[in-house]
């Protein structure tokens, strides 16, 4: 059975950092680009990043992020592991969030309808 677990959430000041790991099983994880989305109660959820499978995007990762985390969050994957990395830092109030990832068999894609699988969220709250 497919699952993606999710762990690394947690509360942090302003400006503080934090990994988000996924780790995955139960599918052959580098066909699969993994991207990660946010949500707050009341509001449609975000997606917030991305990295190419590099067999359908291209052949190494390729990485996406919307713009108000460029320069701040860094997504990554270790294969080997079968897991996928969020690295947040200079953390700010409106990232307070609820985090999921999510995995596609296909390219990386901003609509949370089309991917696979998802993780069951992480909270993350950042607050002074």
């Known amino acids: 059975q497919v699952q993606l677990v999710e762990s ?6 302003p ?13 052959n994880f580098r066909h699969y680009s993994i991207g990660w989305f946010r ?4 509001k449609e959820r975000e997606g917030v ?3 190419s499978n590099g067999n359908r995007d291209t052949y190494f990762e390729t990485k996406y992020y919307i713009d108000s985390v ?24 409106e990232d307070t ?3 999921y990832c999510a995995a596609i068999n296909d390219h990386c894609s901003a609509l949370d309808s089309v991917y696979d699988f998802w993780g069951q969220g992480t909270q993350v709250t950042v607050s002074s």
């Open 49 to 51: 990043t991305c990295i």
């Open 8 to 13: 690394g959430g947690g509360l942090v000041q």
């Open 70 to 93: 460029k320069g701040r969050f860094i997504i990554s994957r270790d294969n080997a592991k079968n897991t996928a990395y969020l690295q947040m830092s200079s953390l700010k109030p």
């Open 15 to 27: 400006g503080g950092s934090l990994r988000l790991s996924c780790t995955s099983s139960g599918l």
């Open 97 to 99: 969030a609820a985090y």
């Open 39 to 42: 949500q707050v109660p009341g």
